[in-house]
Nanobody, 123 residues
Framework: EVQVVVSGGGMVQAGGSLSLSCRVSGSTFEKSAIGWFRQAPEKEREGVSCIGISSGGTFYEDSVKGRAVIAVDIAKNTVTLQMNNLRPEDTAVYYC????????????????WGQGIQVTVSS
């Protein structure tokens, strides 16, 4: 059984930073993709960033490019999302997901989701 545990988050002032952590167990982590998503109140869930564990390839949604860094610690089966220069519009519930993207895609095939974690950025 795949388990995804998310930690980090919280409240921060605009311009500040925080780190989200996603620890995965019970899966073939090295063959997976890990994605970060967020959902703001009354908005649809959107992809924020993802990383292909074996390739190391990364994707960032336009609004976080230059402000976010996704990284993997294979020894710990953990992916972190460091977010800097946070803005009030980054306020959302953030989710981590484990995917099986297949042989040609970087990310996708999201199969298992972790619990959401609140990030609140005050102005």
């Amino acid at each position: 059984e795949v388990q995804v545990v998310v930690s980090g988050g919280g409240m921060v002032q605009a311009g500040g930073s925080l780190s989200l952590s996603c620890r995965v167990s019970g899966s073939t982590f090295e063959k997976s993709a890990i994605g970060w998503f967020r959902q703001a109140p009354e908005k649809e869930r959107e992809g924020v960033s993802c990383i292909g564990i074996s390739s190391g390839g990364t994707f960032y949604e336009d609004s976080v490019k230059g402000r976010a860094v996704i990284a993997v610690d294979i020894a710990k089966n953990t992916v972190t999302l460091q977010m800097n220069n946070l803005r009030p519009e980054d306020t959302a519930v953030y989710y981590c997901a484990v995917g099986n993207p297949g042989p040609t895609a970087l990310c996708g095939g999201w199969e298992t989701w972790g619990q959401g974690i609140q990030v609140t950025v005050s102005s």
